[in-house]
């Protein structure tokens, strides 16, 4: 509770997928999701409906998660009327908070979507989002569509609300920088899988998998001087339908060995850390 766990790894990785799973608006082909000792998947009905308020998103592209056609009144009261919270009056005055709690002034609630800078839409999204009041928030990619200076006003108010409310963040983005300023935790992911996690001074400070390094090289920097960055890596991004055999990123790793194509690595679990990588694991667990 009041963490904030950070999701990093290339477009098309699966990061927006395990976000979507993670509030139960896809459903896992294996495994669970596990919230407060119960499994998301094993809950049912009204069950379900009550838990689902514990868990909210935020979606990337704000502009579409919005509706056009309707006010910002109606669209951050709707979470509250799909799970028959208050009266009509009483949403309202729900609303009028949220949006003092967003830095938005209560005169937006007459307005709509297209009336808005995308701040303030990600700002409409997000006092939708804690509308009913969660204990954890998926934000996939706040502030990608975002000028700089803006994305700064967002990120220092998600920080203010996760301390204010003891919210629970889940951030997912391809932004390093984002990630590195706002998680207490990092997870890697790299064709679907988690390939390492820990806390964020360690993967930032001291990466071990090959592609965490690669990706933290490949940031582009400010500094006069420096010019593009560059690393070596195998050519492009594998289909995802016909992953490459034993560990997924051999074919594109700047250290490949002979096993890292013939058996996945297992995990190596060091306090609270994790990496899957051959250079660090001990017995391969082989697979087909």
Do not use: W
């Not at 967002?154 to 629970?168: A, F, S």
């Amino acid at each position: 509770a009041g963490e904030t766990f950070g999701i990093v790894g290339e477009s098309g990785c699966g990061k927006t997928t395990l976000g979507r799973l993670l509030v139960g608006l896809e459903q896992p082909t294996s495994g669970s999701v596990v919230f407060d000792g119960r499994a998301l998947g094993a809950q049912r009905g009204a069950e379900f409906r009550r838990r689902r308020r514990d868990l909210q998103m935020m979606f990337q592209d704000s502009a579409a998660a919005l509706d056009p056609r309707m006010p910002v009144s109606a669209l951050v009261a709707e979470p509250l009327a799909a799970q028959r919270i208050g009266t009509g009056r009483e949403r309202q005055a729900m609303v009028a908070e949220l949006l003092d709690a967003v830095g938005l002034p209560r005169a937006a609630a007459r307005r709509y979507p297209h009336e808005f800078s995308g701040g303030q839409r990600q700002r409409i999204a997000m006092a939708r989002a804690l509308a009913l009041k969660p204990k954890v928030i998926v934000a996939d990619e706040p502030v990608s569509a975002l000028d700089v200076s803006v994305q700064a006003q967002i990120l220092n108010l998600l920080q203010d609300l996760r301390r204010e409310l003891n919210l629970t963040f889940v951030i997912v983005s391809h932004n390093l920088a984002v990630v590195e300023h706002m998680a207490d935790r990092v997870a890697v992911m790299y064709l679907g899988r988690v390939i390492e996690a820990g806390p964020a001074e360690q993967i930032f400070g001291r990466p071990r998998h090959p592609y965490t390094k690669t990706l933290l090289d490949s940031v582009l920097t400010p500094e006069t001087g420096r010019g593009l960055p560059e690393f070596a890596l195998g050519p492009g991004f594998p289909n995802p339908l016909e992953p490459p055999s034993g560990c997924s990123f051999h074919p594109r790793c700047p250290k490949v060995m002979p096993e890292c194509a013939a058996a996945r690595p297992a995990a190596l679990h060091d306090g609270e850390a994790m990496v899957e990588c051959h250079l660090y694991s001990g017995a391969p667990e082989t697979v087909s």
